[in-house]
């Protein structure tokens, strides 16, 4: 089976990202997959006696069947929660769409079935004063699951970020309602026109959870059946 890369981006930031990442990654495992998690770029980071830790990242971690070192999952963390470029100009840091993608491509030997990534905030979120983390997907040929999260607005950047993500030239393997606001007006019209203008797959609707586990999230996801070669 050839080794998929995905690529899990958001319509914004705060959208259930790596809720939704996460149980891919146990619908994976689930089927019998092999699975990686990489976060290369993650802001908002604590401080701990191990250096930076963010907490999507650890969920990362424990939510993939083969475990790496925290490193390997976040190389590149930033303490601020704000934009990583701003971030990382702030650190004396400079940032590239090539050395994530050297991050990423050390975990190409690993043996898996799947290699996940998760972004940061939305598609066009940028690393420098050139390059945004679309270039990194764009790198490596990712497929890519759009997140949307159900709330006031979200037709506009869910069809910006589609639209986004087809003229980059990459595939989309399928995109996931998320539900943020539970009380959302018209929630299921919302859905019901994601599903009539983006024509890629829908991968499942994730309601609000008190409990959330991947296991949970899993149980609303379809792992994506993605085209040779991808």
């Known amino acids: 089976m050839a080794k998929q890369w995905l690529f899990v981006t958001g319509t914004d930031t705060d959208v259930g990202k790596t809720v939704v990442a996460t149980g891919l990654l146990a619908a994976a495992t689930q089927q019998g997959l092999r699975t990686a998690a990489i976060k290369p770029i993650a802001a908002g980071c604590e401080r701990s006696d191990d250096g930076l830790i963010n907490s999507d990242a650890l969920q990362l971690q424990a939510a993939a069947s083969h475990q790496l070192a925290y490193q390997q999952v976040n190389p590149v963390a930033l303490e601020p929660a704000i934009a990583p470029h701003i971030a990382a100009q702030e650190a004396g840091r400079q940032l590239s769409a090539s050395r994530l993608v050297g991050f990423c491509r050390g975990l190409s030997l ?33 497929a890519v699951i759009v997140v949307v999260g159900m709330r006031l607005g979200c037709l506009n950047h869910a069809l910006l970020t589609v639209e986004a993500i087809r003229r980059d030239g990459l595939q989309i393997a399928g995109w996931v309602a998320n539900i943020i606001d539970a009380d959302m007006p018209r929630l299921t019209e919302n859905i019901d026109t994601l599903k009539q203008r983006i024509a890629e797959p829908w991968l499942g609707t994730v309601p609000r959870l008190d409990d959330v586990t991947p296991q949970r999230v899993a149980a609303y996801l379809t792992f994506p059946v993605m085209s040779a070669g991808s």
Do not use: F, M, Q, Y
């Open 110 to 142: 690993l043996p898996v079935d799947c290699i996940l990534l998760e972004g940061a905030g939305g598609w066009r979120v940028p690393l420098n004063s050139r390059e945004t983390l679309a270039d990194v997907a764009r790198e490596l040929n990712c």
